[in-house]
């Protein structure tokens, strides 16, 4: 017995544990999910015991064992952990444990397994790491050996996967489009595999996002779940497979990596592929229980912003190509007048651009435009006390455009020539060491000049047919790393810039972007009705201060819809908080309003950027409530919200999640964003007085119990705040 347990590892971390087990001659996953405690040696071996399966008539006639590196050798007829080739030959892998090193800490720990094939001259470190937040994060190096045959190892996937059980029968994920991403659809699990593939060149708008398996009717609240995240800006697969023999004695497996193309990874000796982190989490309390994990991960990291976040105004939907100087400086004057602290110049700006169609590549700032070049304008902003913030997209190049006249080598495509443009535009081969150092100098040398502290880094087309011209091979996989190290080098040149991953809105969303960026644009759609679902979904991964949140125009550019002083105020409050819209054109009871606006967000953003997100489950999905709560229940914010009309005349009691039931809360109407347009002649009795100063009630009722909330019109919504009695003030 002690020699089986000296021979099992545990991480444990925030409530939930990994149990691997170093069989041979693969190791096995015996437990991932809800910690079971301190295991003591006889419960380990029990565990060990217990995980041997039924031999299955007309089947191998040893048990079926799930391992950590899953191939037909050990009978698993799914996906395999990993597939490619030696020159045709080689094609079954039989890889073995060498050896493993555990790395143990107070919370979480570390274990790397050291897995060899000696036929086809591999060697993989498989390193599971669980994070304190209780993430369990997976990334595996392939490497050939320097002494094995000289011809190349064709490595065609690797798949990171790991073990569900039955009771985790529903599948969510994500699909979407321009102006509409992170789109949640499920379904229940089957038999067969259940795979989203991402042939992009980014995670794309339709990205899975963040697939999470779970109990049957899961929800933000409730449900059992397990997640996986896929943690690459580039080409993407997702899966959930369940077999009839199942996988040992687990159900199902579920997991995901990078998707290669054909002939891109080959690896000569002493050459390594590295797949992207795969991050795995687990929760017993719904939807919610993921985000808090995920969230904390990702404040935990040391490139998370520290700083408070400030409030943008971004000039596209205010000018669009229309770039007068004039204009640009009043424009400026109102930002700072209603409490902008950063201003972004969008496209139109550089050498060629009146239209998206030209211009592309050229990096210079237009002459004929902008005479005195940036400078008139950057000094206006400094001198309002604003940062000054720049457009760029400099992975794109239009063929109308110097560069690509001069380097037409330099553009993406195989040597048969470049396919048709989308959005005007085609990529440049960042592979191309020259294209990346041009890329580099040309965004320093702005930088420099005009002490930008913030790029909106766009990157609108799709990648298609990423090949290298001369080579005539693929380098979806090269162009992803090309551009993290191109943002590397030059965040490393200018300390403090900060860099949004934009792509055609939400199109490269993922932990990968993030290690080298600051904030994503969640969708180029400012609808505030859009807006609630696609912040909602964007923060089941992401926490709200990673999240562009901006106000638009009443009436949305991409949807023509007239949306509610309200709700997108409200709407935008809940993340980086911003504004899209020409303020020279508002009134001053708009420009009032907006002032008051941005003072509330810099007021909460405490709150809003460092509390734990909530969601309600509400059968209706045409009312929303979310909100944020500190992680002590001190305080909370809460967005109550209708989109759409509902059968219902009364809604009836609704719970608000995350408060603590023994606390007695100040409750208050936030009136900032003007109050909504009711459907009722008058309100429940509890909104009167919290409109008047504020009522106390008890958290038992707030949370346990729930209020009876208003009727709203459609396209409306209301803000509730609650401050713990003993430090609430009534105002």
Known sequence: M???????????????????????????????????????????????????????????????????????????????????????????????????????????????????????????????????????????????????????????????????????????????????????????????????????????????????????????????????????????????????????????????????????????????????????????????????????LVRARPVHPRS??????????????????????????????????????????????????????????DPVVWPEGLTPLVDHVRSLGMEFGLWVEPEMVNLDSDLAREHPDWVLGPAGGVGPSARNQHTLDLSNSEVWQHLLDSLDALVEKYGIAYLKWDHNRELHESVHTAADRPVAHAQVLAFYRLVDALKARHPGLEIESCAAGGGRVDLGVLEHTDRIWASDCNDPVERQAIQRWTGQLLPPELIGTHVGPATSHTTARVGSDSLRLATALFGHAGIEQDLTRCSPEELARITAWTALHRELRPLLHGGRT???????????????????????????????????????????????????????????????SFHQVSGPVWLSAALDGGLTLPGSVLTVAGLPMPNLNPGQALLLELRRTAEAEVS
């Open 2 to 296: 002690s020699d089986t347990t000296a021979r099992i590892h545990t991480l444990r971390a925030a409530g939930t544990a990994l149990v691997v087990q170093l069989t041979e001659p693969v190791p096995r996953v015996l437990h991932w999910g809800a910690d079971p405690g301190e295991l003591s040696a006889d419960a380990l071996a029990a565990l060990a015991l217990t995980a041997e399966p039924a031999v299955l008539n007309n089947s191998i006639d040893i048990p079926r064992r799930f391992t950590v590196w899953p191939t037909e050798a050990d009978g698993w007829s799914g996906t395999p952990a990993h597939e490619g080739h030696l020159a045709g030959t080689f094609t079954a892998p039989r890889m073995g444990l060498a050896d493993a090193s555990y790395r143990p800490r107070a919370e979480g720990g570390e274990l790397d397994l050291h897995l060899t094939d000696p036929g086809a001259g591999l060697d993989a470190t498989v390193t599971y790491v669980l994070e304190p937040s209780g993430v369990l994060s997976v990334r595996t190096t392939l490497t050939r050996r320097a002494d094995a045959d000289p011809a190349p190892y064709d490595l065609a996937q690797v798949t990171t996967l790991l073990p569900l059980p039955r009771r985790a029968a529903e599948i969510l994920d994500f699909t979407g489009k321009w102006s509409r991403e992170r789109s949640p659809q499920r379904r229940p699990v089957g038999f067969g595999t259940h795979a989203r593939e991402i042939r992009r060149g980014k995670p794309g708008l339709d990205s899975p996002y963040l697939m999470t398996v779970g109990v049957p009717g899961f929800g933000f609240r409730t449900g059992e779940v397990w997640a996986v995240h896929v943690a690459w800006s580039g080409d993407q697969r997702y899966l959930v497979e369940q077999l009839p023999e199942g996988a040992g004695t687990h159900a199902a497996v579920f997991g995901g990596g990078e998707l290669l193309r054909a002939g891109e990874i080959r690896l000569a000796p002493g050459e390594s592929y590295t797949t992207p982190v795969c991050h795995f989490a687990w929760s017993d309390q719904g939807l919610d229980g993921l985000a808090e994990r995920f969230h904390s």
């Open 308 to 365: 408070a976040r400030p409030v943008i105004l971004n000039s596209w939907e205010a000018v669009y190509f229309d770039h007068d100087l004039d204009r640009l400086l009043r424009l400026a004057d109102k930002a700072a007048e209603v409490g902008v602290e950063r201003f972004v110049l969008d496209d139109g700006w550089f050498r060629g651009r009146r239209s998206d169609n030209a211009g592309l590549g050229d990096w210079t700032v």
């Open 614 to 676: 909530v969601r309600a489950d509400l059968a209706d999905e045409a009312t929303l409530l979310h909100g944020v709560v500190a992680h002590d229940g001190s305080a909370a914010l809460y967005c109550w919200a209708r989109v759409a009309t509902s059968p219902e005349g009364q809604y009836g009691r609704v719970q608000l999640p995350g408060l603590a039931p023994e606390a007695t809360y100040l409750l208050r109407v936030r009136t900032e964003p003007g109050l909504p």
